[in-house]
């Protein structure tokens, strides 16, 4: 029984003890402190009044849900770090070589050569050929090759000197006939010569005229009224004895119609 008043006693401890203030009233708060706090009560005393803890009272209900908080702001995103590369392993070892396969079967064996065969009996012997026309004599090495008569008629061609023109005695600038002068042109296939060769033919020099070498020049003479078509100009003069004013003979210079032979390349 004692035990069971003790034990109240502890448990309400700050229960009797507010009701042993009210029942007092002012008498007492005229000579002692009001207690307020626990903290007024000396240590050992609290330790005597405080007893021990009761048996847990049943839970009581849920209590209602409280409203969604706001949802936080998305943080920054973590910085990626990307990882030095590992060191390159070492190279592995070579592997054995393997073993040799076996040689395949060669080829059959070759066979004997063939007896040679029995030469054949000669053909009857062909007819021959005609002979081919004989072609025109040679230029001597050079492009063309050409006779002209005093008068200008081509006696004798061959090369580019086939088919030549020939005008003679052109008219000067006092439009007289200049006499030895010889203009050609019209050579074979636009042939252009590099070279010319005149020699008088002295069958056809004069009784009275003495011939000297004859002048001869590619395209058009300087001082020949020979066309611009020209391709060669040739000049053929003489010289002959002439009596002066005063009855003396002196020998004179001057263009002469003379046969010649050309050659060009």
């Known amino acids: 029984m004692i035990a069971r008043i003790v034990t109240s006693i502890r448990r309400n401890a700050i229960a009797w003890l507010a009701l042993f203030v009210a029942l007092t009233g002012t008498s ?3 000579s002692h402190y009001v207690i307020t ?6 240590p050992s005393v609290m330790k005597k009044l405080r007893g021990n803890r009761g048996t847990a009272g049943p839970a009581g209900p849920a209590g209602a849900a409280g409203s969604k908080g706001e949802t936080g702001a998305t943080g920054p995103a973590g910085a990626s770090i990307k990882g030095n590369a590992g060191p390159t392993g ?16 060669s080829g059959g064996p070759e066979g004997p050569e063939g007896p040679t065969g029995a030469t054949g009996a ?13 072609g025109e004599n040679g230029s001597g090495g050079v492009g063309g090759y050409a006779h002209i008569s005093a008068e200008g008629d081509v006696e004798e061609s ?20 200049e006499e030895g002068v010889y203009c050609i042109s019209g050579l074979a296939g636009g042939f252009t010569p590099k070279d010319v060769q005149v020699t008088i033919d002295a069958n056809q020099v004069g009784p009275e005229t003495l011939a ?19 391709k060669i100009t040739v000049e053929t003069d ?17 263009g002469a119609n ?3 032979f050309i050659e060009v390349n």
């Open 28 to 30: 007492m708060a005229a």
């Open 37 to 42: 706090s626990t903290k007024q009560i000396k």
């Open 90 to 105: 070492p190279k592995g070892a070579n592997g054995a070589t393997g073993p040799t396969g076996e040689q395949g079967p």
């Open 122 to 134: 000669t053909g009857p012997k062909g007819e021959s050929g005609a002979t081919g026309p004989k």
């Open 158 to 177: 061959s090369g580019a000197l086939v088919g030549i023109t020939v005008a003679t005695e052109p008219k000067n600038k006092a439009k007289e006939a």
């Open 212 to 230: 000297t070498t004859p002048l001869a020049a590619v395209g058009k003479g300087e001082n020949s009224s020979c066309p611009a078509a020209t």
């Open 238 to 254: 003489g010289l002959a004895f002439e009596q002066n004013s005063k009855k003396e003979y002196e020998l004179v210079e001057e």
């Open 258 to 260: 003379e046969g010649f």
